[in-house]
């Protein structure tokens, strides 16, 4: 059975940091894109940053270049996800998702993509 497990979530005040981390299982972990989404209430769900685990390849979103970072453990089927200055506005529900393609390219936001998702890992960032 594929399953994805986030841990890491948590309460932080603005400016703190966070390391998110994303295990899989059940399937052949490389070779496909794995991506981190977030879904604040009421919002809709936003692709934050995603690693072609074969190619090693990464793209952000605008709002968190240079504070966020994704990298991959592929000993241990984990990718990661570190979180620096952050801000109430990343406060959000973080999932991990895979999808079966080795590349996701320009369009590695669109949650359609993916047919792979964890259950999802708080995160509040305070003032």
């Known amino acids: 059975q594929v399953q994805l497990a986030e841990s890491g979530g948590g309460s932080v005040q603005a400016g703190g940091s966070l390391r998110l981390s994303c295990e899989a299982s059940g399937y052949t972990y490389s070779g496909r894109c794995m991506a981190w989404f977030r879904q604040a209430p009421g919002k809709e769900r936003e692709g934050v940053t995603y690693?072609?685990?074969?190619?090693?390849?990464?793209a952000y979103a605008d709002s968190v270049k240079g504070r966020f970072s994704i990298s991959q453990d592929t000993a241990k089927n984990t990718v990661y996800l570190q979180m620096n200055s952050l801000k109430p506005d990343d406060s959000a529900m973080y999932y991990c998702?895979?999808?079966?393609?080795?590349?996701?390219?320009?369009?590695?936001?669109?949650?359609?993509?993916?047919?792979?998702w964890g259950q999802g890992t708080q995160v509040t960032v305070s003032a």
């Open positions: 998702a895979a999808a079966p393609y080795y590349s996701c390219g320009t369009s590695w936001y669109r949650p359609s993509l993916y047919n792979v």
């Open positions: 690693i072609s685990t074969g190619a090693g390849s990464t």
